[in-house]
């Protein structure tokens, strides 16, 4: 069992900046993913950003948030933190933090099913 525990969120202005926090604990690998997903009403899960931890944590974004976005982490076994910058209106969602196992390879290609444990969801809402 792994357990996921995230905050931040909350609302600002365009062009503000907002940090999540993921801590796992639990039965974790050694190397793990953890990516965030967001969705918004009427849309798709999406998702924008996944760490896999080895090697100081190797990262991949989605074109949508790419360079504003940072996800990171200080080392394999501590929380993680998705730093949003320069925030636009359709950013607003509840956004996820999931984890997957070192074997699950689609994961870096944020495929849902490949994470077998989500965290609860925070709301991100972006006004203009």
């Known amino acids: 069992q792994v357990q996921l525990v995230v905050s931040g969120g909350g609302s600002v202005q365009t062009g503000g900046s907002l940090r999540l926090s993921c801590t796992a604990s639990?039965?974790?690998?050694?190397?793990?993913?953890i990516a965030w997903f967001r969705q918004s009403p009427g849309k798709e899960l999406e998702g924008v950003a996944v760490?896999?931890?080895?090697?100081?944590?190797?990262?991949q974004y989605a074109g949508s948030v790419e360079g504003r976005f940072t996800i990171s982490q200080r080392n394999a076994k501590a929380t993680k933190y998705l730093n949003m910058n320069y925030l636009k209106p359709e950013d607003t969602a509840m956004y996820y933090c999931?984890?997957?196992?070192?074997?699950?390879?689609?994961?870096?290609?944020?495929?849902?099913?490949?994470?077998?444990?989500w965290g609860q969801g925070t709301q991100v809402t972006v006004s203009s």
């Open positions: 999931a984890y997957a196992p070192d074997s699950a390879r689609l994961a870096w290609l944020f495929v849902p099913s490949a994470y077998t444990y």
């Open positions: 639990g039965d974790l690998d050694d190397k793990y993913y």
């Open positions: 760490i896999y931890t080895a090697d100081g944590g190797v990262t």
